[in-house]
C-alpha cells in the first residue's frame, strides 16, 4: 500500500457573512472532513450542490485559506509553511483544473502565454526551452502546435479544457485537483479528457482529487471514492465496494442515477424534501432530517467515520 | 394517423449573426402523438432548444423560421398569426418548462400571482376561482402547504421546488402538449429524480398527455419517453422506440452515443468516445453532418444528404448505409 | 470559420468592420484623425505665423489666402486655429495622461485589495466627484494662478477620480472570474495577478472612456481659457480667442465664430468616435443583424 500524499485532518472551512441587518450568518461549508489520497490514485470526490466539494478542493491546495484542521503534503503541513520560497514549492506541486473552461482561462492572454507562465513563475525553463516545453505541453494534451498563438476563444470547450490541463501541468505539478472537469463539456467529448487524464496519470505519476456530482463518471474514473454531504465526508471507499455502500445518502444517490440501460429498473429510494442550508446544519447526524432508516440517536450525536471493512468506512450509526 | 398532434415537416431555421450564418436547423422532421412521450436528445449545437422554440415560434433574434411546417391538430403555426399563437397556443394548446427554474420565474411576482396570470390569460374565470385552480394544480405537483405557497417568491424556494411551480404553470390549462426544455439538468440528482417521478406519475394520472422532453442525457430520456428523436448539428439522425435505441441503434452516431454513457454500475474502465469535433454551423459539413466523424463514411456521404427514411414499424434513419 | 468573441487583443478587423457601416463612427474617426493631423503639421500647414501682427489688418473680415479673416491685432484667424488645434490636442492629451497613469493604479489596488484601503480611497474620490466639476477646475486653477500648465494640470486632477472609479469598477467584476483563482494556483504574485490578469480587462473600457474623456478635456481646457484663467494671451488657444474676440462678436463675428465651430466639431468628433468603440466593443450587442 502506497502512502497517502495528501491527507486532510479535521478541515473546516467556515464563511461568516453580515446580511444587510447586521445579522451574522456562518456558512459551514466544510464542517470537519478527514480523508487521504494515495500517490498515483484518483480520489472521486461526489456530493451534489452546496456539499462543499469545490470548497474542499480548493482548501485542500491552499487557494483558499483553511478556517482549522491540518492539511498534509508529503508528511508537511502546508498550511503552517514558514518561507516564501516553500510555499511557493506547494504551489509548483498541486495544482487545479477548474469546472467552466469558458472563464478559467484568461481572455486577453495567447496560449502561449497561459501555459508560459507557470513555467516562468517557477522559474523552470527560459527562452528557447520555455518555448519547447509550452509546445511540448500542447501536444501532450493533444493539441496542435500551431494553435500557440491563439486566443481562448478560438477554441471550443473541450479544447479549453485541454489548455487548463496543460496549464496544471506546467510547473510538473505531482498532485491535481479535477473539479468537474468535464461537467461542462459534451458527452462525446468527455470521454477523451477523461480518457486522456488517465494516461497522463500513469505516465507521470500523478495524484488526483476528482470532484464530480455525476457517480456515473466518478465510478469509472476512481481508485477510491469519497461521498460528501453538507460539509462532511459520509462515506469512504475503495471503488470496488460500490456494489457494498452502506450509507444511506450514498444509497440513495445511486439509485437517483439515471439508468441507460431501461431494463435495470432498480427501486428508486427517494428522498424527501431537499438539502438543508449549510448556514444551519442539523444536530447530530447532518442527514438524518431527510435520512429514512433514522433512530434516535442520529438527532442527538453525530456519527464519526468507522471502518467497517478494510478500506470503507461510514459515517452512520445504524451501518455501523 | 388519426391521433396525430404535432408533426414538424422539414423545419429549417437560421441565426443571421455577424460571423455568418448558422444552420441551425436543416429539415428537421417529427411527429408526435396523443399520448405519445416523445424524447429529443443530442448534444450541444443540434439544435434541440431551437426546435422546441421553433413550436411556440419564440425562436429568438437573430434567428429566423425559415422554412418547414409545423402542424399542430392539423393546424400550420407557421401560418398563423402571433396573436392568435399567443392566445390559443402558447401556454394552452402548448406549455413549455425551461432548464434554470431560477431564471423563468419572474422574481418579483410571488409563485401565485404567476400562475394566476397564466390561468387568465386562457381562461375566462374570476381571479378567486384562478387561485383555486392554482392550488389545485401546486397540490397535483406534490408541493406541500399550497395556500402558502401561493404568496411566496421564487427566491425563497429552492431549485426543487421553483421546477415544481413551473411545472404547475405549465399545467395549469391543460396543455395538449408540454415541452420541457433540459427541466431537471440544472438540479441534483437526487432532486432531479423527485422531479422525473412527479412527471412520470403526472403521465400516469393523465394531467400530461403528450409530452415532448428535451435533455443531453440518454439515461434520463431512456426512462422518460417512449420514442427517442437523436439529432445531430441540426438534423435528425434517427427516430426510434426507446428499446430499440438502446439495444439496436441504428445510425453511426447513436451508436456512438450509446456506447459514450458511462454506466455507474460497471466500474473502472476507459470511456468511449466519438472521434472529431462538433462541427460548427455556419459551414456545415456537406452531405450528411455526420460524415467526418463516422466510421462507416462512404463516397456518397460527403456528397448527398441523407434523408429519413423508414426502417421499420414507426422507426426512421437518415444515414447512406440504410 | 469559427465564431469568435470581441476583445481589445483581438482581431482588429471585426472592430473596423463593424465601425464602418456607423457613419458617426465615420465622423469621429474623421475629425480625430484630422486633429491629429492639424496637430502635427501645425507649422506646414498653417499660412502664417499665428503671433503675427498688423495693425492695417484689425478685424477685417475674410478675404482671399485669409479664409477665416483676421483678429483684433491683424491676426490670422486660420492659422490660428490650426495652431488652437495642436494646443487643444496637447491638453486633451496631458490631463487625460495625469488621469490614467495616476487613476488606474489607484482603482486597480482600491477595487483588488478592498478593505480599508478602498474605503479610503472611495471616501476620497466621492469627494472630489461631488464638486461641479467647472467648480473644481477653476478652483484648483485660481489656487495655481492662471496658466496653459496649469489648466491642464486642474483638468488632470479632475479626471483622476473619474478614472479611479472607472477602473475599480472593471477591477470588482473581473477579479471574481475564475482565471484569476487560476492564476494564484499557479503562483501569481499579487502585483502580478494585478497588472497581467485584472488590467488588461479593463482595457477596453479605458479606451472607450479615455476618448470620451479627451473630448471633455477640450472643453474644460477652452472654458478655462474662455474664462482667462488657461492659456494667457497671445497663446491661439480656441477658448481664448473666443473669450478675447467676445466683445467683438457684433463687429466681426469671423473672430468668433470659426473659434467656436472648431471646439464644436472637437468635442463632437471624440465623442462620436467614443460612442462607437463603445457600440463596437459591446459583447452583448454581438450577433445583432438587421439581416
Redesign the interface.
Given at each position: 500500500m502506497q502512502e497517502a500524499v495528501i491527507e486532510a485532518k479535521d478541515v473546516k472551512k467556515y464563511y461568516y457573512l453580515r446580511s444587510l441587518f447586521g445579522r451574522k450568518r456562518t456558512v459551514y461549508a466544510v464542517n470537519g472532513v478527514n480523508l487521504q489520497v494515495r500517490r498515483g490514485t484518483t480520489l472521486g470526490l461526489v456530493g451534489e450542490s452546496g456539499c462543499g466539494k469545490t470548497t474542499l478542493g480548493k482548501v485542500i491546495i491552499n487557494l483558499i485559506d483553511a478556517t482549522e484542521g491540518k492539511i498534509y503534503f508529503d508528511g508537511k503541513n502546508i498550511l503552517k509553511l514558514g518561507s516564501r520560497r516553500e510555499k511557493l514549492e506547494v504551489r509548483r506541486k498541486m495544482q487545479i483544473v477548474f469546472q467552466d473552461p469558458f472563464g478559467s482561462l484568461n481572455p486577453w492572454m495567447t496560449i502561449k502565454d497561459i501555459i508560459g507562465r507557470p513555467i516562468e513563475i517557477h522559474g523552470l525553463r527560459e527562452g528557447r526551452e520555455k518555448l519547447d516545453r509550452v509546445l511540448e505541453l500542447l501536444e501532450l494534451v493533444g493539441l496542435e502546435k500551431s494553435h500557440i498563438s491563439k486566443y481562448p476563444h478560438e477554441f471550443s470547450g473541450g479544447q479549453r479544457q485541454r489548455i487548463a490541463i496543460a496549464r496544471a501541468l506546467a510547473c510538473e505539478p505531482e498532485f491535481i485537483v479535477l473539479d468537474e472537469p468535464t461537467s461542462a463539456l459534451d458527452v462525446s467529448v468527455q470521454g477523451k479528457i477523461l480518457n486522456m487524464l488517465t494516461d497522463l496519470q500513469k505516465r507521470l505519476n500523478l495524484t488526483y482529487l476528482f470532484i464530480s456530482h455525476n457517480l456515473a463518471v466518478i465510478n469509472n474514473i476512481s481508485d477510491s471514492i469519497a461521498v460528501m454531504y453538507l460539509g462532511k465526508i459520509v462515506e469512504i471507499m475503495p471503488q470496488k465496494s460500490l456494489y457494498n455502500v452502506q450509507h444511506p445518502y450514498t444509497k440513495a444517490l445511486l439509485s437517483a442515477v439515471p439508468s441507460p440501460n431501461p431494463k435495470v429498473k432498480e427501486k428508486r429510494i427517494l428522498l424527501k424534501g431537499s438539502v438543508p442550508s449549510p448556514t444551519n446544519p442539523p444536530s447530530g447526524c447532518k442527514f438524518h432530517t431527510r435520512c429514512p432508516c433514522r433512530v434516535k440517536k442520529c438527532e442527538e450525536e453525530e456519527p464519526q467515520l468507522t471502518y467497517i471493512d478494510d478500506d470503507h468506512r461510514v459515517a452512520c450509526h445504524i451501518s455501523t | 394517423m388519426t391521433d396525430e398532434l404535432l408533426d414538424v415537416k422539414n423545419l429549417t431555421v437560421r441565426y443571421f449573426t455577424e460571423e455568418g450564418v448558422v444552420e441551425a436547423l436543416d429539415g428537421v422532421s417529427f411527429k408526435i402523438s396523443m399520448g405519445e412521450r416523445v424524447g429529443l436528445v443530442g448534444e450541444s449545437g443540434c439544435g434541440k432548444s431551437t426546435a422546441a422554440l421553433s413550436i411556440l415560434r419564440l425562436v429568438p433574434l437573430p434567428g429566423k423560421i425559415t422554412g418547414g411546417k409545423i402542424f399542430l391538430e392539423g393546424v400550420n403555426l407557421l401560418e398563423i398569426s402571433i396573436d392568435e399563437m399567443r392566445r390559443r397556443v402558447r401556454g394552452s394548446k402548448v406549455s413549455m418548462i425551461f432548464q434554470e427554474p431560477s431564471r423563468a420565474l419572474n422574481p418579483v411576482l410571488t409563485a401565485g400571482e404567476q400562475i394566476v396570470e397564466a390561468i387568465q390569460l386562457h381562461q375566462k374565470i374570476s381571479k378567486s376561482e384562478a387561485e383555486e385552480r392554482a392550488i389545485k394544480v401546486l397540490e397535483e405537483v406534490g408541493l406541500p402547504n399550497p395556500p402558502e405557497l401561493l404568496k411566496r417568491y421564487p427566491f425563497e424556494l429552492s431549485g426543487g421546488m421553483q421546477q415544481r411551480v413551473m411545472i404547475a404553470m405549465a399545467l395549469s390549462c391543460n396543455p395538449r402538449l408540454l415541452i420541457a426544455d433540459e427541466p431537471t439538468s440544472s438540479l441534483d440528482v437526487t432532486i432531479e429524480a423527485q422531479i422525473l417521478d412527479l412527471i412520470k406519475s403526472l403521465m400516469d394520472q393523465g394531467d400530461i398527455s403528450a409530452m415532448l422532453f428535451i435533455t443531453h442525457d440518454l439515461a434520463l430520456i431512456s426512462e422518460i419517453s417512449d420514442k427517442i428523436v437523436v439529432m445531430y448539428a441540426g438534423t435528425v439522425a434517427e427516430i426510434s422506440d426507446t428499446e430499440t435505441i438502446f439495444e439496436d441503434p441504428k445510425h453511426p452516431y447513436s451508436k456512438g452515443l450509446m456506447e459514450v454513457v458511462p454506466d455507474p454500475f460497471r466500474g473502472k474502465r476507459t470511456f468511449g468516445t466519438i472521434p472529431g469535433d462538433i462541427p460548427s454551423l455556419i459551414a456545415p459539413p456537406s452531405g450528411c453532418r455526420f460524415h467526418k466523424r463516422c466510421m462507416y463514411a462512404k463516397e456518397i456521404c460527403a456528397k448527398q444528404r441523407p434523408t429519413l427514411e423508414r426502417i421499420e414499424g414507426e422507426n426512421y434513419v437518415a444515414c447512406h448505409l440504410f | 470559420?469559427?465564431?469568435?468573441?470581441l476583445?481589445?487583443?483581438?482581431p482588429f478587423a471585426?472592430l473596423i468592420g463593424?465601425m464602418r457601416r456607423d457613419k458617426m463612427a465615420l465622423f469621429g474617426a474623421t475629425v480625430v484623425t484630422g486633429l491629429f493631423f492639424i496637430a502635427i503639421f501645425a507649422p506646414v500647414l498653417a499660412p502664417y505665423d499665428p503671433l503675427l501682427i498688423d495693425l492695417n489688418y484689425r478685424l477685417a473680415p475674410p478675404e482671399q489666402g485669409h479664409p477665416f479673416g483676421f483678429d483684433w491685432v491683424g491676426r490670422d484667424v486660420l492659422s490660428r486655429v490650426i495652431y488652437g488645434g495642436r494646443l487643444a490636442l496637447i491638453a486633451a492629451l496631458a490631463s487625460v495622461s495625469i488621469g490614467v497613469f495616476i487613476g488606474t493604479p489607484l482603482g486597480l489596488f482600491s477595487g483588488y485589495i478592498g478593505g480599508k484601503l478602498d474605503t479610503v480611497i472611495m471616501r476620497a474620490t466621492d469627494s472630489l466627484l461631488s464638486f461641479p466639476y467647472l467648480l473644481l477646475v477653476i478652483l484648483i486653477v485660481a489656487l495655481l494662478g492662471p496658466s496653459f500648465e496649469n489648466a491642464i494640470l486642474a483638468i488632470g486632477i479632475w479626471s483622476i477620480p473619474n478614472y479611479i472609479r472607472l477602473v475599480r469598477a472593471s477591477t470588482l467584476s473581473i477579479k471574481e472570474?475564475?482565471?484569476i483563482?487560476?492564476?494564484?494556483?499557479?503562483?501569481?504574485?499579487f502585483l502580478?495577478i494585478i497588472f497581467?490578469?485584472v488590467f488588461?480587462?479593463c482595457?477596453s473600457v479605458l479606451l472607450v472612456q479615455s476618448t470620451i474623456y479627451l473630448g471633455r478635456a477640450i472643453e474644460m481646457s477652452a472654458a478655462l481659457s474662455f474664462l482667462g484663467l488657461g492659456a494667457q494671451p497671445p497663446t491661439p488657444e480656441w477658448g481664448a480667442m473666443v473669450g478675447l474676440g467676445r466683445i467683438y462678436l457684433q463687429v466681426s463675428p469671423h473672430v468668433v465664430i470659426f473659434p467656436c465651430i472648431a471646439i464644436f466639431i472637437a468635442i463632437m468628433g471624440f465623442n462620436a468616435l467614443g460612442d462607437a468603440l463603445r457600440d463596437a466593443l459591446d459583447p452583448r450587442l454581438?450577433?445583432?443583424?438587421r439581416?
Open positions: - | - | 470559420m469559427r465564431l469568435s468573441l476583445n481589445v487583443a483581438g471585426v463593424r472570474r475564475e482565471f483563482d487560476a492564476a494564484k494556483a499557479t503562483g501569481e504574485s502580478s497581467r490578469h488588461p480587462g482595457a454581438r450577433g445583432l443583424f439581416g
